[in-house]
């Protein structure tokens, strides 16, 4: 599956996401179990290192 954002596209790992925000400082995050991407709209990718727990980047999320 791929999740379409504008013209771009996440990778097949998107497939059961439960979430997804766009931040002000052109990224995207998208949720899926305990773990989060972050992904860059005008590079139209996953930044690297992602995924990443939730628990490490949204305290009080998790």
Request: proline share 6%.
């Amino acid at each position: 599956m791929e999740l379409r954002i504008g013209a771009g596209r996440l990778p097949a790992r998107s497939s059961g996401l439960s979430g997804g925000v766009v931040w002000n400082n052109g990224k995207a995050y998208f949720f899926r179990g305990s773990e989060y991407m972050r992904y860059d709209i005008a590079a139209d990718r996953v930044d690297d290192g992602y995924p990443k727990p939730i628990a490490s980047g949204w305290p009080g999320i998790a």
